[in-house]
Structures are given as C-alpha cells and as structure tokens.
C-alpha cells in the first residue's frame, strides 16, 4: 500500500511540473590584456534552447540549455591576432567552446529577486571548468526576457598556453567575457 501511495505521488507529480521551451541568442565579449594594450573580441553564439522546468505553481524549478561558440568565429578585428588565438585555442582539434546549463533555479534566484548568478559548465581544449556568471540588466516581459552575463576566465586553468612575442610581449591570464542575451517562449 505504501509502495502504492509512494508511486501514485511521484506519478501526479510529474504530471504537475511543466516544461517550456525558450529560444536564445547570445552576443559575447571578450577582452584581456597584455604587456602593450587591451585588447578584446567579438563572436555571436548559435542559436540554442533554453528548458525550463516549473512546479504545479508555475515557480521555476530547473534551467537546462547548451550554448555553443565556433572558435573560427571569434573575431579581434585583427587577423594576425585571430590567427594566433586560433592556434592557441587549438581550434582544428578543439573547434567548439561549449557552456552547458543544467541547475536548479534556487542557484539562479531565490525569492522575488531578480536572478543573480548563473553556474555553468565551459568545456574548452576539451577540458571542463565550472564558471559562476554574474547576471546583470535582467528584464522579462511577457514572452521575452534578457540578460547579461559576467565571468572571468583564466587562460591558464582553460589550457591555454599563449606564447610571448618577441620574448616580452605576454598576454594576460585573464580574459574578462561579457554576455549579451536575449531568449522567447516558445508556444506549443
């Protein structure tokens, strides 16, 4: 009987959690630094789906998207630069940079705050790091919500060797990236 009631609960509430499907665009930024100058890029992200899962009151619960940056796509504005990032990014082997999205809501927002941080996985070189963004400029209206997002990143735990140029000029370790995005139900 136990065995019964234990079951039926689970059962009804699967029923009740509700899912829905939000599609994402992403512009991101990234700069860093090295012994002369500041230097940053661009690159836009492919278009990707955000799942969220709520309970039966319709509070999120769950956040689930993957987000994918072609390396070849990055973009200094400098292409001797490019080339060199592309080289150190080992883009032939390792074409992808991908942030995976899969956490409870309670990491993103407690209460009726506007969401906060945002953990993620980044998989680069084929190597996996948690980063904890910082959301900034949250705004949701109906239909649309958008976001940005903030992380430090240091070449160094990614794997990422960049060599000096003409045995002085070194690149920093840190490469501060900045997020823009923009996500919209989807209707069944």
């Known amino acids: 009987m136990k065995t019964s009631l234990l079951l039926l609960f689970l059962m009804a509430g699967s029923v009740l959690a509700e899912t829905s499907r939000w599609s994402g665009t992403s512009t991101i930024a990234f700069n860093g630094s090295s012994t002369l ?16 899962t ?29 080339e060199n990032m592309r080289k150190a990014m080992q883009a032939a082997a390792h074409p992808f940079i991908t942030a995976v999205i899969d956490t409870p809501f309670t990491a993103v927002r407690q209460g009726d705050a506007a ?22 400029q949250w705004k949701q209206q109906g239909d649309k919500a958008s976001f940005e997002l903030d992380f430090d990143l240091s070449l160094k735990k990614s794997g990422i060797t960049v060599p000096s140029v003409l045995l002085f000029i070194r690149v920093g370790d840190t490469i501060c990236v900045h997020a823009t995005v923009s996500l919209k139900r989807h209707h069944s």
Not at 54 to 82: I, Y
Not at 115 to 136: D, W
């Open 37 to 52: 100058h500041e230097w940053g890029g661009r690159v836009d992200a492919r278009p990707f789906t955000t799942t969220v």
């Open 54 to 82: 709520t309970d039966s009151a319709g509070n999120p619960t769950k956040l689930e998207a993957t987000v994918t940056v072609e390396v070849a796509k990055m973009d200094t504005a400098e292409t001797k630069r490019d």
């Open 115 to 136: 969401p906060a941080t945002l953990p993620l996985k980044l998989t680069m070189l084929g190597q996996t790091q948690t980063v904890i963004g910082k959301i900034s």
